[in-house]
């Protein structure tokens, strides 16, 4: 029952994350073609941009909120591929709080350094 | 309920690949494995990379950025991206037939047999096909660019 609310979870994040991801990419990538209708990013990767962007509230929560959804995603993912090779039990645990700990600290450092920077 | 025995039939990563006759939806699912993998891996050094190098200021993200501007890192950034395009598509068939939608009308088992398989291999092909025409504006905006 349990497994069944994370795949649900699963399904969820992963149309989120369709849609955010999209914008990260499309902004960080697709400069030439964004170029071409109008919308003018110059260098999203220069340092000024950066900080451009890590100091709008708006850019700031919406990568806290894309870095929430893509570790659920990846983590329960990379669970699910492990279960199915049918670990024991002891693993299985251990596997499962190996990888809440690294979600839980990927997420604090992820979501430390932008607010350090945004309040800075 | 007797208890399942769940290493009958074990096959291990190596019956991702084979395991009998596989069709083109089972291949699919091998490579949104492989891109789903291949994506936690760019995560990690992403994170990396954003939170530690960016946190000690502008000189040092400034040399990074150079190192990652190099051609090698501009390949695998393309292929990230091409990636993320194809388990993001793959992703959403997968919902949709999940949920019960795109897979035809059912129809009476009257012979010849039409099996779900065959009913949604059309929505199978338009994903692909749309997924080649995004790599490719990809492939584009990467050209022009720059490497």
């Not at chain 1, 109008?38 to 260098?43: I, K, L, M």
């Not at chain 2, 919902?95 to 897979?103: C, N």
């Given at each position: 029952?349990?497994?069944?609310?994370?795949r649900?979870m699963?399904l969820?994040?992963?149309i989120?994350?369709?849609?955010?991801l999209?914008?990260?990419?499309?902004i960080?990538?697709?400069?030439?073609?964004?170029?071409?209708?109008?919308?003018?990013?110059?260098?999203?990767?220069?340092?000024?941009?950066?900080?451009?962007?890590?100091?709008?509230?708006?850019?700031?929560?919406?990568?806290?909120?894309?870095?929430?959804?893509?570790?659920y995603?990846?983590?329960?993912g990379l669970?699910?591929i492990i279960?199915?090779?049918t670990p024991?039990?002891?693993?299985?645990?251990i596997?499962?709080?190996?990888?809440?700990?690294?979600?839980?600290?990927?997420?604090?450092?992820?979501?430390?350094?932008p607010?350090?920077l945004l309040?800075? | 309920?007797?208890q399942m025995?769940?290493r009958?039939?074990?096959?291990g990563?190596?019956?991702?690949?084979?395991a009998?006759?596989?069709?083109l939806?089972r291949?699919?699912?091998?490579?949104?494995?492989?891109?789903?993998?291949?994506?936690?891996?760019f995560?990690?050094?992403?994170l990396?990379?954003?939170?530690?190098?960016?946190?000690?200021?502008q000189?040092v993200?400034e040399?990074t950025?150079?190192?990652?501007?190099n051609?090698?890192?501009k390949?695998?950034?393309?292929l990230?991206?091409a990636?993320?395009?194809y388990?993001?598509?793959?992703?959403?068939?997968?919902?949709?037939?999940?949920?019960?939608?795109?897979?035809?009308?059912?129809?009476p088992?009257?012979?010849p047999?039409?099996?779900a398989?065959?009913?949604?291999?059309?929505?199978t092909?338009?994903?692909?096909?749309?997924?080649?025409?995004?790599?490719l504006?990809?492939?584009?905006?990467?050209?022009?660019?720059?490497?």
């Amino acid at each position: 029952m349990r497994n069944t609310y994370l795949r649900l979870m699963q399904l969820v994040t992963g149309i989120l994350i369709a849609v955010l991801l999209a914008i990260h990419i499309v902004i960080m990538h697709l400069n030439a073609i964004l170029g071409f209708f109008g919308v003018d990013v110059t260098e999203p990767t220069s340092w000024e941009s950066m900080i451009g962007r890590a100091s709008q509230a708006i850019w700031v929560g919406l990568y806290i909120a894309l870095l929430a959804v893509v570790l659920y995603h990846a983590l329960n993912g990379l669970r699910g591929i492990i279960l199915e090779l049918t670990p024991s039990a002891r693993t299985k645990r251990i596997a499962t709080w190996v990888i809440i700990a690294f979600g839980i600290i990927a997420f604090i450092g992820g979501s430390y350094v932008p607010l350090a920077l945004l309040i800075s | 309920m007797k208890q399942m025995q769940p290493r009958q039939n074990y096959l291990g990563p190596g019956g991702w690949v084979w395991a009998g006759k596989y069709k083109l939806e089972r291949y699919l699912y091998l490579l949104h494995r492989i891109t789903g993998l291949g994506i936690l891996l760019f995560l990690i050094l992403h994170l990396c990379m954003t939170t530690i190098f960016r946190i000690q200021g502008q000189d040092v993200w400034e040399a990074t950025m150079a190192l990652l501007h190099n051609p090698w890192f501009k390949i695998g950034e393309y292929l990230v991206c091409a990636a993320f395009i194809y388990h993001a598509l793959n992703g959403l068939r997968l919902i949709l037939q999940e949920l019960g939608f795109a897979l035809g009308r059912p129809t009476p088992p009257v012979y010849p047999y039409k099996d779900a398989l065959r009913k949604k291999r059309p929505w199978t092909i338009a994903m692909i096909a749309v997924i080649a025409i995004l790599a490719l504006v990809f492939f584009y905006d990467f050209i022009v660019g720059g490497w």
